[in-house]
Structures are given as structure tokens and as C-alpha cells.
T-cell receptor, first 112, second 111 residues
Framework: SNSVKQTGQITISEGASVTMNCTYT??????LFWYVEYPSKPLQLLQR?????SKNFGGGNIKDKNSPIVKYSVQVSDSAVYYC?????????????????FGKGTKLSVKP | NAGVTQTPKFRVLKTGQSMTLLCAQD?????MYWYRQDPGMGLRLIHY???????AKGEVPDGYNVSRLKKQNFLLGLESAAPSQTSVYFC??????????FGPGTRLLVL
């Protein structure tokens, strides 16, 4: 079955670079989203990535693939929760199957 | 619970016509989303809403409008349909930061 895993918490100093991992397993043809949630603000889309095998309708099986997001020279204002979302949908006949799964999020804390 | 429902399931429009897609959820979710899915492009976020009376643009908002007058409903409107809007449209809902539940999809063909 589909799954998404993220590192729970990262604390780093201002000016450093950070890689936040998103490891997923997919049985269809997936799209991967990264969202950021700043305190008391709605989710914002950071980037969207369509997997290579999305380009054909055969789908496939992807297991434990990592699709990280990298931030360079972080600032205190980058402190937020970063969510990885796996969208995996297949149209079959007149219906559809699939789901959209959030990872649990990586809480990034940047210290001055 | 019905979960997330979408109407209609399938529609054919002529270029320039307008229509509204309806998404309804009975899970008391704050967040609702409209996506489109096209071959080779994957899912793309059109608009989303974080609560009743609020809407926000996603990745591909042009040519669409949305409204969230009631918490359980999220409407997607096409004022003047274009062939480029031929797609499959998915609605989803979630609590903040939680798994999204999506509807069965609406196939739209614009001639």
C-alpha cells in the first residue's frame, strides 16, 4: 500500500543548509507535493513533482523512493512544518482509485 | 458517511460555455481542495480553501473561480470553458495537516 515517511524534527542554525527527506511507496503513478505551514497560516505549496512513470498509464511500483527538499542558507523565518504529500490516483473504467496522503511533517526549527 | 462526493461525474461543454462543479464533504473538514489531473502531468492544485468563506490560489488557478459559502461545499466554476480545460477534476478535503480524502472525480470534455 502507499505510504509516506518524513523525519520528525530538525533543529539547525541560521545560515546552514538542510535536506528534508520524504520517502514514499506508490503503486500507481504518483505526484509528490511539498507544502509548508507557518504558524497560524494556511498551507502553502512549495513544489510539485511528477514521477517519471507518471508519463505512461501503466503505472508501476515504487518502493521507498526518497524525494527530498533542500533549503540553503536558512533563516529563522524558515521555521515551519514542512509536509510531503503523495497524490496517487488512477482512473479505472468509469471510476477512480487512489488517495492523497500527507506525511506527518518535518518540524524545522532555525536558531539565530 | 458519504465522504467526499462530486457532481457531475461527466460533462461535455462547448467552448465558451460555463459550468460549476460541486464538491461536498460530510466529515466536518476545514480544508478543501480542487485538483486537475492530465496525462503526463500528474495532479495539479487549482484552488483550495482553509475554511468557510476563504479561498486561495493553487498552482493553476487561471480560468477557474471557487467559492466556499458553506463549510461542507466547495464549488469550482468555469466562466468560459476552453479546450485546455479538458481534464479530470478531483476534489479533496482534510483536517489541517492530515490525510486528504478525495472524491471520485469529474471528467470534463470541452469541445
Amino acid at each position: 500500500s502507499n505510504s509516506v515517511k518524513q523525519t520528525g524534527q530538525i533543529t539547525i542554525s541560521e545560515g546552514a543548509s538542510v535536506t528534508m527527506n520524504c520517502t514514499y511507496t506508490s503503486t500507481g503513478y504518483p505526484t509528490l507535493f511539498w507544502y509548508v505551514e507557518y504558524p497560524s497560516k494556511p498551507l502553502q505549496l512549495l513544489q510539485r513533482e511528477t514521477m517519471e512513470n507518471s508519463k505512461n498509464f501503466g503505472g508501476g511500483n515504487i518502493k521507498d523512493k526518497n524525494s527530498p527538499i533542500v533549503k540553503y542558507s536558512v533563516q529563522v523565518s524558515d521555521s515551519a512544518v514542512y509536509y510531503c504529500l503523495l497524490g496517487d490516483v488512477k482512473m479505472e473504467g468509469c471510476g477512480s482509485q487512489g488517495n492523497l496522503i500527507f506525511g506527518k511533517g518535518t518540524k524545522l526549527s532555525v536558531k539565530p | 458517511n458519504a465522504g467526499v462526493t462530486q457532481t457531475p461525474k461527466f460533462r461535455v461543454l462547448k467552448t465558451g460555455q460555463s459550468m460549476t462543479l460541486l464538491c461536498a464533504q460530510d466529515m466536518n473538514h476545514e480544508y478543501m481542495y480542487w485538483y486537475r489531473q492530465d496525462p503526463g502531468m500528474g495532479l495539479r492544485l487549482i484552488h483550495y480553501s482553509v475554511g468557510e468563506g476563504t479561498t486561495a490560489k493553487g498552482e493553476v488557478p487561471d480560468g477557474y473561480n471557487v467559492s466556499r459559502l458553506k463549510k461542507q461545499n466547495f464549488l469550482l466554476g468555469l466562466e468560459s470553458a476552453a479546450p485546455s480545460q479538458t481534464s479530470v477534476y478531483f476534489c479533496a478535503s482534510s483536517s489541517a495537516g492530515a490525510t486528504q480524502y478525495f472524491g471520485p472525480g469529474t471528467r470534463l470534455l470541452v469541445l
